[in-house]
């Protein structure tokens, strides 16, 4: 069993920085591959980065490559989101999750986290 708690959300002008943290609980944490989600009011959920157990491969989405990092320290029990040149249309809560393998597909993770709230004005 994990238990996930992000960290490090709020509110930010556009062109800005934030880096999301993602926090585990549970000994197997580095066993898992961890992915961050988002969702925005009215939209889907959205697959935003994942990683793998050993943090030796990652994957983007498109609309957040070269922007954003996703990194992780597992002796820690810690994953990152390093966001930045942050736009008005990263808005949204975003979700860190848990499972087998790092795919961009949300049903491929089991464990999932209450979300923190980004927040990007113009």
């Known amino acids: 069993q994990v238990q996930l708690v992000e960290s490090g959300g709020g509110l930010v002008q556009a062109g800005d920085s934030l880096r999301l943290a993602c926090a585990a609980s549970g000994r197997t944490f580095s066993r898992y591959a961890v992915g961050w989600f988002r969702r925005a009011p009215g939209k889907d959920r959205q697959f935003v980065a994942s990683i793998n157990w050993s943090g030796t491969n990652t994957d983007y989405a498109d609309s957040v490559k070269g922007r954003f990092t996703i990194s992780r320290d597992n002796a820690k029990n810690t994953v990152y989101l390093q966001m930045n040149s942050l736009k008005p249309e990263d808005t949204a809560v975003y979700y860190c999750?848990?499972?087998?393998?790092?795919?961009?597909?949300?049903?491929?993770?089991?464990?999932w986290g209450p979300g923190t709230q980004v927040t990007v004005s113009i």
């Open positions: 999750a848990a499972g087998g393998s790092y795919l961009s597909t949300a049903n491929y993770y089991d464990y």
